[in-house]
T-cell receptor, first 117, second 115 residues
Framework: NAGVMQNPRHLVRRRGQEARLRCSPM?????VYWYRQLPEEGLKFMVYLQKENIIDESGMPKERFSAEFPKEGPSILRIQQVVRGDSAAYFCASSPGGRAKSRNEQFFGPGTRLTVL | AQTVTQSQPEMSVQEAETVTLSCTYDTSENNYYLFWYKQPPSRQMILVIR??????QNATENRFSVNFQKAAKSFSLKISDSQLGDTAMYFC????????????FGTGTRLQVFP
């Protein structure tokens, strides 16, 4: 049973380019969360999605950032016109949701480290 | 708004000894979840232990146990018989399932286990 998968593991972009980060949740999980970790800091919540729905985007910057979790395929976190301050590790987590006993447990992927030159 | 505070930026312990990491939180909710996550140098986030606020019994997972004091809003992690592989950042996290399932993390404690 594969865990949460994220790709790429490392992404380098120049200022002004777009970054696309992908997350495949664990099998059977329908809830996806994105977190950002700046250097030497804790993780900060960005967005919470279920299939085809954004449930909570209270942590997303108002501009340039968007997220989706389509019916088929991975969840995508998209950052347009990246700036140096976007350099961080971006973690995806998934949970089963529903009535599962462990519905609130979030299992994390290995993260994508974004570097903006 | 809920907040999570970890007041120990760094801790160290000798192998086989016991260490306790502190965490306090602020909430007006009565039902919530608390977690400890470990982040080793690989940066993978690993769930160590979880506690439901409605359970009075402290959670235990092998060498890891918590001291949950609901009235004091304190949730400390005790690591017994420390091992070199326990060297990592440890993050305390809070979840209020009545709102959304997002995790609110503390700033972390860097634990170094010495041989």
């Amino acid at each position: 049973n594969a865990g949460v998968m994220q790709n790429p593991r490392h992404l380098v972009r120049r200022r002004g380019q777009e970054a696309r980060l992908r997350c495949s949740p664990m099998k059977g999980h329908s809830h996806v969360y994105w977190y950002r970790q700046l250097p030497e800091e804790g993780l900060k919540f960005m967005v919470y999605l279920q299939k085809e729905n954004i449930i909570d985007e209270s942590g997303m910057p108002k501009e340039r950032f968007s997220a989706e979790f389509p019916k088929e395929g991975p969840s995508i976190l998209r950052i347009q016109q990246v700036v140096r301050g976007d350099s961080a590790a971006y973690f995806c987590a998934s949970s089963p949701g529903g009535r599962a006993k462990s519905r609130n447990e979030q299992f994390f992927g290995p993260g994508t480290r974004l570097t903006v030159l | 708004a809920q907040t999570v505070t970890q007041s120990q930026p760094e801790m160290s312990v000798q192998e086989a000894e016991t260490v306790t990491l502190s965490c306090t939180y602020d909430t007006s909710e009565n039902n919530y979840y608390l977690f400890w996550y470990k982040q080793p140098p690989s940066r993978q986030m690993i769930l160590v232990i979880r506690q439901e606020a409605y359970k009075q019994q402290n959670a235990t997972e092998n060498r890891f146990s918590v001291n949950f004091q609901k009235a004091a809003k304190s949730f400390s992690l005790k690591i017994s018989d420390s091992q070199l592989g326990d060297t990592a950042m440890y993050f305390c996290a809070f979840m209020n399932p009545r709102k959304t399932d997002k995790l609110i993390f503390g700033t972390g404690t860097r634990l170094q286990v010495f041989p």
